[in-house]
């Protein structure tokens, strides 16, 4: 087993096209886990298991003036949350290549009668040596957010995005190429 523990500082910042200014920063959740290896080959497989839990130590009531701030604005979920997730790896001398898929599932409703949207993910990733202290690589990136679940009665009605609850899911897909 590998344990984990991590505590976030976030310094959010968010300009409006009205040029409107918002922040928030402070403490985020603090987030606990473990790894396992469940399987090891000698050809270089192996297979992790992810288990952990975010505590929901970080501030959801933080406010711009006397406005409570978007959900992406707050600090923290204000839920418990359970972040599973299976990782599978290869190694050759000369290549490397992995995928990962995981998520954030939310349990409960916080205080304010909300919670923030479950999240799938998945990675997938390889690598090739080419020479003894160069190699090049490829990963892709998907992830899936659910929209909140509720609604924070504190926020104002708008127009904005930022304060609607059905405007918070999104799927996000992303390709990186590197050198090392």
């Known amino acids: 087993w590998t344990l984990m523990g991590m505590i976030n500082y976030l310094d959010n910042e968010m300009s409006m096209q009205n ?3 918002m922040e928030s920063n402070g403490w985020g959740d603090v987030k606990l886990g473990g790894l396992c290896e469940l399987a090891s080959t000698n050809d270089g497989r192996r297979t992790h298991l992810n288990l952990g839990v975010s505590l929901p130590t970080g501030s959801i009531d933080e ?13 923290g979920s204000g839920t418990w949350d359970f972040t599973p997730a299976i990782t599978f790896l290869g190694q050759t001398d000369d290549y490397s290549w992995g995928a990962q898929f995981g998520g954030v599932l939310r349990i409960g ?5 909300y919670s923030l949207g479950n999240r799938l993910e998945a990675s997938l990733w390889g690598a090739r040596k080419l ?6 690589s490829a990963k892709l990136d998907y992830s899936s957010q659910s929209e909140v679940d509720g609604e ?5 009605k708008t127009m904005s995005s930022a304060l609607d609850p059905k405007s918070q899911g999104r799927d996000l ?8």
């Open 19 to 21: 040029g409107m200014a």
């Open 63 to 75: 406010k711009s003036g006397s406005n409570t701030l978007g959900y992406g604005m707050q600090l």
């Open 109 to 113: 409703e916080n205080d304010q009668d």
């Open 131 to 136: 020479t003894d202290s160069i190699s090049a």
């Open 152 to 156: 924070d009665s504190r926020m104002m």
């Open 173 to 180: 897909a992303t390709f990186g190429l590197g050198l090392n």
